[in-house]
Structures are given as C-alpha cells and as structure tokens.
C-alpha cells in the first residue's frame, strides 16, 4: 500500500472517506535509474527512490537545486513551471530506480480545497522550492559576474597597468561593472582564488594572464595604450 501518511503531515485529520478520496487521484509509477521525468504539473511523492531537480541554463551548465527522497514531495504547479523557465529549465532526473506517487495538478487544486492543512502543505512546498531555484540563479549570476569583471580587468589591462598590476580602486571597479563594492569584492576574492590575480591597496596584479582571459570567455587582452 501506498504510504502517503508519511509524506502528509495532516494525513491523521482526514477523514476515511477523505483519504480513499486521495488514493483515489494517486497513480503510481515505476522509473529505472537515469531517466528523465516528464514534467507534468502535479504532485509527486517519492514512495522508493529519488529525483534531483535540476536547474539548466542555456549555456548547459546545470546545478543540482534539491533532491526529493524518501517521502519527499515535490509539486510543479502551472505557476512554478512558468515562473522557473523565465530564467532556466528545470529538469527531474530519477537518480535511482524509483516509484513515484503522482497526482495530476487539477486532482490536487480540488484536494487542496477540500482537505485540512493541504493548503498550508502546498504552501510549504512551494515556498521551498522557490527559495532553492532563487538560491540556485543568484548563485550562477555571481559566477557571472566574477566572469564580467574578468572581462574589465583584460579590457583595463593595457590601459591601467604599470607592469602587470592595474591601478584601480574597488569603488571604480563597482561604478564599471554596475554591481555595489561589496559585489566587487566578493568577486576579486574568487580571482585571486582561481590563481588569477594578486590584490593589494588600489591595485590588482594580474599573475596568470591566458587563464584569465579563458575564464572571461576567450576576450583577448589589450597589451595597447590608446
């Protein structure tokens, strides 16, 4: 039998006929490992198993946003799936042989309307995952920026440097790439990391040039004045 009392916190306040009413709308599915989900909007209860969700950008890179397990429950609503392909696609991925509860989305917005706490439930989930695809864009949109301001550095590079070092304040760098000085920062930290540069009081030294230059993208350094 189907152990949705473990995913539903509110399972013990239904009623019988209530929760028959539940059973009723769930149909269960088997995956082997490595397969995709076909994103249909609804609800999915890991009964055995796991999804990743995946948040995949243009350029093909993807990062991991949650995993759902044993349990776990994930809900595509209409909305989210809208809200999330505005700035990625996100893809489920069955990361071992699973079975899968699965309430179409119009079974659900009937339930939820009817059932005690499955709308607080809903809203629980959502807000989750929300917060998990928010973290995941804000967390690439970082890397990009450490790669625009890879891309300044080079352009700046003929022009600024005396040697190798480049004479610029963070508050200059900041008002360059749009972003506030702590961005900066935060950012010149993750070059430096990377080996790229060395930093010291309004200057930014460049000590691996072509490494550089591929993390921006390919853009050639200018080694001209003018």
């Known amino acids: 039998m189907v152990s949705l009392y473990r995913a539903f916190p509110f399972w013990d306040s239904l009623s019988e006929l209530q929760q028959e009413k539940v059973l009723d709308y769930t149909m269960i599915r088997e995956y082997e490992a490595g397969v995709y989900l076909e994103k249909q909007p609804g609800l999915y209860v890991v009964n055995d198993g796991s999804i990743l969700a995946y948040s995949a950008h243009e350029s093909g890179r993807r990062r991991v946003i949650f995993i759902a397990g044993w349990m776990q429950a994930l809900l595509l609503t209409p909305t989210f799936l809208a809200d999330v392909t ?7 991925y069955v990361r071992e042989s699973s079975e899968i509860c699965f309430i179409p989305y119009a079974g659900w917005n009937e339930l939820e309307q009817e059932l005690p706490g499955a709308y607080a439930f809903t809203k629980d989930i959502l807000s989750r995952q929300m917060n998990a695809m928010l973290f995941s864009i804000n967390a690439r949109m970082e890397k990009d920026i450490s790669r625009r301001l890879a891309m300044v550095l080079l352009r700046l590079y003929g022009k600024l440097k005396e040697g190798n070092t480049i004479r610029i304040s963070h508050e200059e760098l900041a008002e360059i790439v749009g972003v506030a000085r702590e961005v900066v920062t935060r ?4 070059l430096k990391e990377k080996g790229f540069v060395e930093t010291g009081r309004e200057k930014i030294r460049v000590t691996d040039l072509e490494q550089l230059t591929e993390y921006a993208g390919g853009v050639i350094a200018n080694d001209t004045e003018g």
Request: no cysteine.
């Open 86 to 92: 505005t700035v990625d696609t996100l893809e489920l």
């Open 187 to 190: 950012n010149v930290a993750v």
